[in-house]
């Protein structure tokens, strides 16, 4: 469950999006659509897409290998972004991936592969199975709230 505070901005951003668009016509509105139909930019995009491709392919038992350079960039992004827990999640914590030369925090280690450490802090209970250390019950303690 995201942070209140932080809920409370999504709902903000939203409604000053929906605030923007509201004077639009129909026309516009699908002119508009057409111009922005293929994703542009912002890397938040991209920690979003992936997250979610996983979320699809775990549960169906197809997995994927998530390009290391992908993996690293996407890691850093999950703990400063304001939509995940993974701030709130890997505080006080060490995540040390198995497979990947990266690592974050201080305090008790977290190990596994980086994409179950980056599952877990995106917030899906289900990754910190594949987890390990003496960090892994403190973030499975996070998750279970």
């Known amino acids: 469950m995201l942070h209140r505070a932080i809920r409370g901005r999504i709902i903000h951003i939203n409604q000053v999006n929906v605030d923007e668009l509201a004077s639009l016509s129909t026309e516009q509105l699908l002119d508009r659509?057409?111009?922005?139909?293929?994703?542009?930019?912002?890397?938040a995009g991209l920690l979003d897409v992936t997250i979610h491709h996983q979320d699809i392919r775990r549960p169906l038992g197809m997995?994927?290998?998530?390009?290391a350079e992908r993996l690293h960039r996407i890691l850093d992004d999950s703990l400063r972004?304001?939509?995940?827990?993974?701030?709130?999640?890997?505080?006080?914590?060490?995540?040390?991936?198995?497979?990947?030369?990266?690592?974050?925090?201080?305090?008790?280690?977290?190990t596994g592969p980086a994409e179950a450490v980056l599952m877990a802090v995106a917030g899906?209970?289900?990754?910190?199975?594949?987890l390990a250390g003496p960090g892994q019950p403190v973030l499975a303690s996070r998750l279970a709230r």
């Open 33 to 43: 659509l057409r111009a922005h139909l293929r994703p542009q930019g912002a890397p």
């Open 63 to 67: 997995p994927h290998q998530i390009p």
């Open 81 to 110: 972004s304001p939509e995940l827990p993974g701030w709130h999640l890997a505080r006080g914590v060490r995540l040390t991936p198995t497979d990947l030369d990266w690592s974050h925090g201080s305090g008790p280690e977290i």
């Open 124 to 130: 899906r209970r289900s990754a910190v199975e594949e």
